[in-house]
């Protein structure tokens, strides 16, 4: 095998574009879930009918909850009739658009909860198919439901495996990407602020940031990469 300079245009890899369609490398549809699954928004499937077909962990999470969403007769519905109403005309637009063909922009409805729940924000588009004349029951409407409210937490213990951090630097370290000041964060951990700024020295060096704001980001990032803990 010759190798070569690696100025040279040899010595890139081939491009090979790749595929939309995951049937065109692999069915592995279980594969596919367990991704979803992973991801801190909920996804919602629906058919033509604006019917339920598919939720991942999180959606179902969401809607177990009961409050603002909730699951009758096979369709999402909001607590308020008011948002049930919007929701589903948000629906309905959304599958006539996946059956015509005609791409719309996604569509964003805000529901509020009816007692202590939390808002939830629903994004809601068609599903653009690759492939025309979809099978029966097939998925036309996509909703994606975040929280505002909700926010992104990481693991000390992910923290710990991922940087190799100490009990205390991985502890800091998930405080402070909670929003906590450093000072704040040394309270709730009972240690001296200047212990506070040894553990973060550490936890900087050992995950190759510079400043405490680049330590955040990593860590936020993490957190929604790597999602949450089974």
């Known amino acids: 095998m010759v190798l070569?300079?690696?100025?040279?245009?040899?010595?890139?890899?081939?491009?090979?574009?790749?595929?939309?369609?995951?049937?065109?490398?692999?069915?592995?549809?279980?594969?596919?879930?367990?991704?979803?699954?992973?991801?801190?928004?909920?996804?919602?499937?629906?058919?033509?009918?604006?019917?339920?077909?598919?939720?991942?962990?999180?959606?179902?999470?969401?809607?177990?909850?009961?409050?603002?969403?909730?699951?009758?007769?096979?369709?999402?519905?909001?607590?308020?009739?008011?948002?049930?109403?919007?929701?589903?005309?948000?629906?309905?637009?959304?599958?006539?658009?996946?059956?015509?063909?005609?791409?719309?922009?996604?569509?964003?409805?805000?529901?509020s909860p009816a007692g202590d729940g939390g808002r939830v924000v629903v994004v809601a588009r068609a599903v653009e198919r690759i492939v025309a004349d979809p099978a029966a029951g097939a998925a036309q409407a996509v909703l994606f439901l975040s929280d505002p409210d909700h926010q992104l937490r990481a693991s000390p213990q992910r923290l710990r495996r991922l940087f190799d951090l100490t009990p205390a630097e991985s502890d800091l370290t998930a405080l402070l990407a909670s929003g906590c000041t450093l000072s704040d964060a040394a309270g709730q951990l009972a240690i001296t602020t200047e212990s506070a700024r040894t553990y973060l020295k550490r936890a900087l060096s050992k995950t190759g940031t510079r400043r405490q704001a680049e330590l955040v980001r990593l860590v936020l990032s993490v957190a929604t990469a790597g999602a949450s803990e089974r």
């Open 4 to 111: 070569s300079s690696p100025g040279s245009a040899a010595s890139l890899p081939r491009h090979e574009p790749l595929s939309r369609e995951p049937r065109a490398r692999f069915g592995d549809v279980l594969a596919l879930g367990f991704v979803l699954d992973l991801l801190p928004v909920g996804i919602v499937l629906l058919d033509g009918r604006g019917c339920v077909g598919w939720t991942n962990r999180r959606a179902q999470e969401r809607i177990a909850e009961g409050d603002p969403l909730l699951v009758r007769d096979g369709c999402l519905i909001a607590r308020s009739h008011l948002d049930t109403l919007a929701l589903h005309r948000l629906v309905e637009r959304a599958c006539t658009a996946a059956r015509s063909g005609e791409m719309r922009d996604a569509e964003v409805l805000v529901v």
